[in-house]
């Protein structure tokens, strides 16, 4: 008696997606390139999984930006001598 | 034309945050009788910038009642309306709080009774990703006029967003703003005017007014039974989109967006992509992180040169000659205190304060890497050799952070998620090579290698990348080996050319840490060791204030530890008692160093040559093998006393205490088997 199997449907940009942060693509260009998907789109797929709780948002680098120090993963050093300040914040997505 | 009190009263509604409700719109707004008007958007979108141009920059800063959030609050003078109470909300990408702060800016939202109406900011440069924040504002009972921004960086790439398309897509009027150039700020205040007159737009539908749900009970719908893909793993919680939203909502993100953008210029898109290609490439991307480095610091060095040896000169000439007239004047000469100032403060800090063109030099072109978009892709580069290596991802950033200084790298530990982690990293660390050994490494490559100091300096950057994976990787597969990956999606800004204002606020920020240490803590070190070098040494027979500094106390307890570092090549007391004053700072090794060959040969100048001279003899004719020896050892033992003590509030004593016995160790090796192997091979 033979069974039958079901075709693995292609996955679904979002899933794409997924598979790329899971894999720890080095930014949206990266997974744009492998999922064939554009920068824009990507980015936009990256929010929409954030909202499903599948991805967070970390903050892997601050800087002294006018927004304040609430996030700053270098607060407590922020202010010491010789303590580093940066013109931009870096942020990355990652999988939960 | 309308007064503000003619403006709808909101309608009642539950508290949408702990500690905010109606009573607390004072969080929001400047009087209780102020429409309040939300600025909303995703990070970055431009909306602290479109604050500044509707209030006039004039902001008030402070935490949401209740939070430890702050948030920007001003006023925004609309001629028909009057006064509006402006809200700067903390960016978000959707009605899904990833933090804190989005939790804050979500709450708000949701409360119709704490917001009037919401100007949401859209990045047209980045619209599919504003959309998200957009759909979800949407589905909320409240007024919303969108703020197109960035339409000249998405020309820049050839992208062109429809405003009238966007609108009828959004059903809410949509403006083009340029709030940098303070353009069209009158026709968002009139779109605000007309969306009080009108009632407040139906939501579109597209996803659960609450975003909440349940968790997905099997896997999407695209899967067939059995699949594997993941997307089921992990129960979201009550407040997340179901899966089936999510996939609903791109679709309808994916359509809007094709709809409402023209592009018409695909090729100057891609040539931002084609520079991350090359700059982040697996092979190609650390080899151009090194060469960009090696010119950094060949720059820095050659760039420097002059202008450190005109303040050399500076402070053995007009400022020595100064202090020894004032001192003549005092009637204070040949005593201690001209000792101290000549000897100490002018010698010691003096020497210091020659490598502020140096640093500063360094700063602007490191400042210029960062504000410039590039030290983003390093940061993708390091990630991924990382994570090749089986090192936890996000450890780069502590990394990255103690190339500058080891105190906040370690304080950015706690941004790992691990305890494993976090000790991992916190022992790393002291491996990076911090700006304050940048002085030394200078100094002795200057001294020891003319010509190829920067060379010499790039390599010890290259060994402390070295060190500091040699040394993850011993620890990775001993005492931590059970510990996990953490896989990043780098969120990397776009380039752009920096601007003079942020490098000099980098470079000053940077400069003023520096000549802080100068003026701080290195001028109570070079005290002790002008007090100790003053002190006549056991059996000496001089007296205090008469002894040569060879025979003072100083020079004894420092020769009784060179006796450790006779098989690296440096055994001699000036040297050793520099690393022992430099386990309080490094740039104390520099000072120290200073201080007692100015004492020693009576003058500032030709601390070169009594550096060379004492190497020269204490490795036996091997100066430069007993000099990369001490480079390597300067690299590798505890970095400061400050490191040590945020390194104990991080990860405990006991760890501290063996990582410091294990960076001595491990330099003390290094340092020998650098000068043993150099010279059995010379």
Known sequence: MSTSTVPAAPPSPLQSILREVRAGAGGAGEVARRTGLGVDMVEAGLATL?????????????????????????????GTKGSPVSASELSAWRAV | MRAAADLPAPAERPD???????????????????????????????????????????????????????????????????????????GTYSLNPQSPDEELTTGLLRGADLVDLVVLVCDAAHLGRSLVLAAGVRELPVRVVVALTMNDVAADRGVTVDAAKLSKRLG??????????????????????????????APLGLVPATNAGSSPSGCCPNCPPGCTCGMDAGAPDQEHLELADAEALFTWIAETSEMATTRTDEVRRNRSDLVDRWVTAPVLGPLIFLAVMWAVFQATTRLAAPLQDALDAFFSGPVSAAVKALMSALRLSGGLIESFLLNGIVAGVGMLLTFVPLMTIMFVLLALLEDSGYMARAAVVTDRLMGALGLPGRAFLPLVVGFGCNVPAISAVKVLPDARHRLLTALLVPFTSCTARLTVYLMVADTFFPGNAGTVVFAMYVVSILLVVLFGLLLRGTLFRTMGNDPLVL?????????????????????????????????????????????????????FGAVDIADSLYAWLAGLVSVLFSPAGFGEWHAVGALVVGFVAKEAVISSWAQTNAAADGDLTGLSHSVLADFTAASGGHPQAAALAFLIFILAYTPCVATLAVQKRQIGLRWTLGGVAMQFALAWLLAVAVFQTIVAFS
């Open chain 2, 172 to 201: 809410v009027p949509v403006v083009k703003v340029d709030p940098r150039r303070r353009r069209e700020t009158g026709a968002l205040s009139a779109a605000v005017v007309a969306a009080f007159d009108e009632s407040v737009p």
């Open chain 2, 491 to 543: 969120d990397l800004p776009p380039y752009q050319r920096p601007h003079p204002r942020v490098l000099g606020a980098i470079t000053w920020t940077r400069v003023r840490g520096f000549l802080e240490t100068a003026g701080g803590i290195i001028v109570a070190t070079v005290t002790v060791v002008w007090l100790l070098g003053v002190i006549p040494a056991p059996g000496s027979g001089g007296h």
């Open chain 1, 50 to 78: 954030a909202a499903t709780g599948r991805i967070r948002r970390v903050l892997v680098f601050a800087s002294c930006t006018p927004s304040g120090c609430g996030g700053c993963p270098s607060a407590t050093g922020c």
């Open chain 2, 16 to 90: 949408p945050l702990p500690g905010a409700n109606c009573h607390e719109r004072s969080g929001l707004a400047p009087t209780s009788t102020s429409p309040v008007v939300a600025l909303a958007g995703p990070p970055n979108s431009g909306k602290s910038t479109l604050f500044n141009a509707l209030t006039g920059a004039g902001r008030a800063v402070a935490n949401y009642p209740g939070t430890t959030v702050e948030i920007g609050r001003g006023r925004w003078v609309v001629p028909e309306i009057g006064e509006l109470a402006l809200a700067d909300l903390p």
